[in-house]
């Protein structure tokens, strides 16, 4: 198929009059409305949301909200019904604003009203308000105060949310502190209630059981030696009749007597009770005890037998001394075995002191974090 131009030329030039008359029409309505309808103007802002002035790992879920919900918000509260009506009112932004109706000039300034928001990754997140007007002073001053509200209430925001943080964070100085405060009156209770058996003083009591176990030895020696003495005084006075305080006034016999005694104990030390010179040792000592015992008898008649009554006298006071290291090994038992109930309570104290120290470290922790974060946010 050939396409004839000189054709839909001719076509055109025919009906040429038909487009001068439709062209003249529109061009003339245009010229009319431009005229005839009521001039506008246009009044445009641009705002970048900066980050907040707290850092974002203080509390960034109360401090930095996402930015298109920080617009969100702040677009909401422009656009309420009372702010819209409030700048109408001030501005005088329509002509015929006392015959409309409020919810005539609300929906006016939101068909007038266009906002628009950008936040794409890696750019800077923007707000665009724009605002038709019928004179260019009505036009800006809307925006400006657009403008003016969402900075303030921009301000307000961050401003209460600083707040918010700062009476969370004084809350949580305030609870941990308490906290604090409990957990120091629990440690105290504790090292009060045990104060016998701390971790502390475990090397000093370990020191004390070592000293009393020397007492101890020292004690019971004490005893053996006086429980000694008095046999030795017994068996002396029972033997010859005299003390160890009268021994220089001695008869030959009760002197011999004393010396065959001491030489049987070394002989039995070396002999057999059957040897023959044990036996005679014996023999020679029982002799000599019944002539000891006559003498001492009749020095006794004579003189009213004062060797008995040193004898009583020295068997009293070893008897009050025994008593006395017997009372004083007793005492130290008594107090070994109270150090040593201490010493085994010792490790159960261990673990629960250092549970309570652990407590309070953690608390401690948080307590520091908390006044750190307050300082910061205030």
Known sequence: MNLDLSFYFAVFLRRIHYFVIVTAIVSAAAIAAAFLLPPSYTANSLLMVESSSIPGPLAAPTVQPAPLEKLQTIENRLMTRGNLIDIANRLNVFRDLKRMTPDQIVQAMRDNTVIKKSA????????????SGETGRIAAGVVNEYVTQILKDDADL????????????NQEVKRLGEELDQMSAKILDFQNKNNDALPSTLAFRQSQMSSLQIKLDTAEQDILQLTDQKEQLIALYNSTG?????????????????????????????????HPKIKVLQAQIAQLEIIVKSQTAAAGASAGNPTASMFDIQVADLDDKIALATKTRD????????LQESIDRTPANQVALDALNRDYANVQ?????AVGNLSKAS
């Open 120 to 131: 794409a990754k890696g750019e800077a997140t923007t707000m665009s308000i724009t605002f």
């Open 158 to 169: 961050r401003t209460q949310s600083a707040e918010e943080t700062v009476d969370f964070f």
């Open 242 to 274: 005299q003390v160890g305080a009268n021994a220089a006034n001695q008869t030959p016999e009760a002197k011999q007597l004393a010396a065959l005694n001491d030489q049987l104990t070394q002989s039995l030390a070396l002999l057999a009770p059957s």
């Open 331 to 338: 005492q130290i038992q008594e107090q070994m075995k109270t």
């Open 365 to 369: 922790s948080q307590y520091n974090n």
